[in-house]
C-alpha cells in the first residue's frame, strides 16, 4: 500500500503541492487526476525522491520508502526519455539489472514485455530508429521490466493512439490483477472511470475529493438532475440549480445534495409535460469541474 | 541495490555502449596516428644515436694514432672503428670503393672520396695532430702522460648533469595528455546533457542514485580513455624495442607509466568538473558555453605545461606550477620524461592532486546533484548547491 500524506512542496511563489495526500491498494488503480498544474506530477516524482519535499511522507506497506523499497517500483515520468542511441533491448534490460535483476533474469523479462507489448524484433533497433507510438511502448517496458509491485504513470496515455489506449489499459489491468498497486495521473475522466476503482482527485496541490469511484460520486456536493420536456420551449426555472445542458428538452442541472426530488418533479410537471425524470449522483466528469471549480 | 552493484551498471554501459561508438573508433585511429607521428619526428631529430664510421690506416704513422683516434672520437660522441691496410693503395682502394668512410696514411696524409670538411676529417685531423704531438714529446723526453693527465684538471659543474632524453617526449606527454583529457572530459560533458536533455535520467535516477549515475559515467569513460592510452603505450613501446624501428629515449617508458597515473589523476580532477558543468544546462546547444570555465583551466594548463615546464623542467617556477593540481596532471609527466623529477616532488604532485580531487568531486557531486533532475533553462551553482542540501541522500 503506497500512502502520500501532508506532501507540500512550494517553488518560489508557486505552491505546487498544499498538504495533499493519497492512498494506492495492492490490486487496485487509482486514477489521479487533476487540472494542469494541479501538482500531479510533482506528487508522483515524491515518490522517488525526485522532489525535496518541504513537508509531507511517503511510506510503501507502513515504512517511508528508502532507495531499496523504491527496486520494486515501475516510474513512465511525464517527460518520457530514453538513451536514444542504445538498442531497445539492451536498454530495457540495462534498466531491469539497475533494479537489481540478474542478467538472465533480465534478460528473459525484457524479451516476454517487448514481445507482449509487439516490440519483438525491434530488439536491437536503436531507441531513436523506432517510431512515436513505438518508443512509448519501450518506454512502458521500461518502467515494467522488473514486473514491479507498485506502478507510477504520469499521463501514460497521452499521445497514444486508440489502440495504444487498448493496450496500455490491459497492461495496466494485467498488472493490477497480479496484485501490483497502480497509480496514473490523466485527464481522460471516460477512461479513468473505465479503468479505475479508485480516483483522487486534486487540485492547487490539495486533494479534494477521493475514494472509490462510487463513494466520490455519492459523497459529491452535488446532484444531477435531469428532466425531458417533450415541448423544448417549456419555461421552468428550479430553485438551487444550475443548468449545465439543454437540448431538445432534456435539461440537466446540478443541484444540492440534500434537495427533495419531490420537489422538483412536481414544479416541472406545473410547468409542462414531462417525458423522463432523474434525480442521481453526479458523473465523475461533472464531480471533476465541479470539485475543481471549473 | 548498493551503490558499488548500481555505479558499475553505469560504468558497464557507457564503456560498452561507447567503445562500439564511431566515435570512439576514430579518435583511437587519430590518436594512434598523431602520437605515432609525433615519436617519428623524436626518433629521428633528437636522438639519432651516435654516427659511426670505419676507419683504415695504412703505413708508417706516429704510434699512438690508433689510440687517439679512438679519444677523439669518443670525445666528438661518435663511433669509430678501425682498420689496418696492408698499403696505401688498399686503403685507398677501400675508400674509393665505399667500404670505409676514410683513411689515415703514411701517417700524413688523410683519404677521403669527398674532402668537403666532414666531421670524420676533423675527427682524423686533430687525432693525428695530437698523436704528433705526442710523438714528439716523446722525442724530447717529456712524458706525455703528466700533460694529459685529467687527475690534474678538475671539471666543475653549474648545473647537475642533464640527462639524455629529449623534449620530444615531454612535449608528446603533455600533448596527449591534454588531448586525452580533454576528449573524455568532454564525453563526460555530452553524455550528461544527453541524458538531461533527453531526459532518461529521471527514470534512470528513479532506480539508483544520482551519485552512481555520476561516478559510473565517470568511470565507464575514463575506462575507455584508459583503454586508448595502454593501447598506445603498447604500441610505442612495442615498435621501439621489439621491432628495434627506432631508439628511444631512456625515459620513455617510465613517463609512459607515469603518464597512466596521471591521466587517471586528471581524468577525475576534470570530468566530474565537466559533468556539474554539464548539469546546470539543459539543451545541447549550452554545453559548451557552460563548460566553458572547465576547458579554459584544461587549456591554461597545456599552456602553462607547455611554455615554463617543457623548456626548463626543473625551475622552480616549473617546480612550483606543477604542484598545483589543475597543471599537475598535464606538467608532471613532461618532468618526468626529463628524468630530473625528484620522487618526492613527484608523489606530493600526486598527493596533492588527489586531496584537489577529492574536494572538486564533492563539490561537483552537490552541484550534479542538485541541478541534474531540474527542469528548465540554465541553473546558476548557487541554486544547484541549495537544492541538493534538500535532495540529500540521494
Ligand atoms: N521544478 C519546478 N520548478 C518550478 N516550478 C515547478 C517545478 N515543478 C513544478 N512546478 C510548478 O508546480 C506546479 C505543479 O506542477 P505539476 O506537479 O507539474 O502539475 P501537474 O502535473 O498536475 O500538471 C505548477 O505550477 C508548476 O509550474
Ligand atoms: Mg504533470
Known sequence: MLELAGLAKRYGEVVALDGAGVVARPGRIVGFLGPNGAGKTTAMRSVFGLVALDAGTVAWNGRQVDAAA????????????????????????????????????????????????????????????????????????????????????????????????????????????????????????????????????????????????????????????????????????????????????????????????????????????????????????????????? | MNFLRSTYLVAWREATE???SRAYVVSTIFTVVLVGGLIAVVALTDTGGPKSYTVGRAGVAPPALATSIAMVATASDVLVSQTEYSDAAAARQAVADGDIDAAIVAGDTIVVKHADGSTIEAILATALGQARLVQQLDALGVDPATLTDAGAISVVATEPPKSDTGEGIAVTTVVLLFLVITTYGQWVLMGVVEEKSTHV???????????????????????????????????????????????????????????????????????VAYAAAASLVSRSEDAQAGAMPVALFGVASYLVALTFV????????????????????????????FGDAPVWEILAGVALTIVAIVAVVRLAARIYAGAILSAGGRMKPRQAWRASRELAGR
Open chain 1, 70 to 294: 523504491r527496486l520494486r517500483f515501475g516510474y513512465m515520468p511525464e517527460q518520457r526519455g530514453l538513451y536514444p542511441k542504445m538498442r531497445v533491448g539492451a536498454q530495457v534490460a540495462w534498466l531491469g539489472r539497475l533494479r537489481g535483476m540478474s542478467r538472465t533474469d533480465a534478460a528473459r523479462s525484457t524479451e516476454a514485455w517487448l514481445e507482449r507489448l509487439g516490440l519483438d524484433g525491434r530488439s536491437n533497433d536503436r531507441v531513436e530508429a523506432l517510431s512515436h507510438g513505438n518508443q512509448q511502448r519501450a518506454q512502458l517496458a521500461a518502467s515494467l521490466v522488473h514486473d514491479p509491485d507498485l506502478l507510477v504513470l504520469d499521463e501514460p496515455f497521452s499521445g497514444l493512439d486508440p489502440m495504444g489506449v487498448d493496450a496500455m489499459s490491459e497492461v495496466i489491468r494485467g498488472r493490477a490483477a497480479e496484485g501490483a498497486t497502480v497509480i496514473f495521473s490523466s485527464h481522460q475522466l471516460d477512461l479513468v472511470q473505465d479503468i479505475c476503482q479508485d480516483v483522487a482527485i486534486i487540485d492547487r496541490g490539495r486533494i479534494v475529493a477521493a475514494g472509490t469511484i462510487d463513494d466520490v460520486r455519492g459523497t459529491a456536493p452535488s446532484r444531477r438532475l435531469e428532466v425531458s420536456f417533450t415541448d423544448p420551449s417549456v419555461r421552468w426555472d428550479p430553485p438551487n440549480a444550475r443548468l449545465i445542458r439543454d437540448r431538445n428538452g432534456l435539461r440537466i442541472y446540478m443541484v444540492p445534495r440534500d434537495a427533495d426530488p419531490a420537489a422538483y418533479l412536481t414544479g416541472a410537471m406545473a410547468a409542462g409535460v414531462v417525458s423522463g425524470f432523474a434525480f442521481e449522483a453526479p458523473r465523475l466528469s461533472e464531480v471533476f469541474r465541479e470539485a475543481v471549480g471549473r
Open chain 2, 310 to 337: 617543457v623548456p626548463d623542467p626543473e625551475s622552480t617556477v616549473s617546480r612550483v606550477i606543477s604542484l598545483l593540481p589543475p597543471v599537475a596532471p598535464i606538467a608532471y609527466p613532461a618532468r618526468i620524461a
Open chain 2, 201 to 271: 535520467v529521471e527514470q534512470v535516477v528513479s532506480s539508483t542514485s544520482v551519485r552512481s549515475l555520476l561516478a559510473g559515467k565517470v568511470i565507464g569513460i575514463a575506462a575507455l580513455g584508459l583503454g586508448q592510452l595502454v593501447l598506445l603505450v603498447v604500441l610505442v613501446i612495442g615498435a621501439g624495442s621489439v621491432f628495434d624501428l627506432f631508439t628511444l629515449p631512456s625515459a620513455t617508458v617510465p613517463t609512459a607509466l607515469w603518464s597512466i597515473v596521471w591521466f587517471l589523476l586528471g581524468f577525475a580532477f576534470y570530468a
Open chain 2, 18 to 20: 561507447r567503445a562500439r
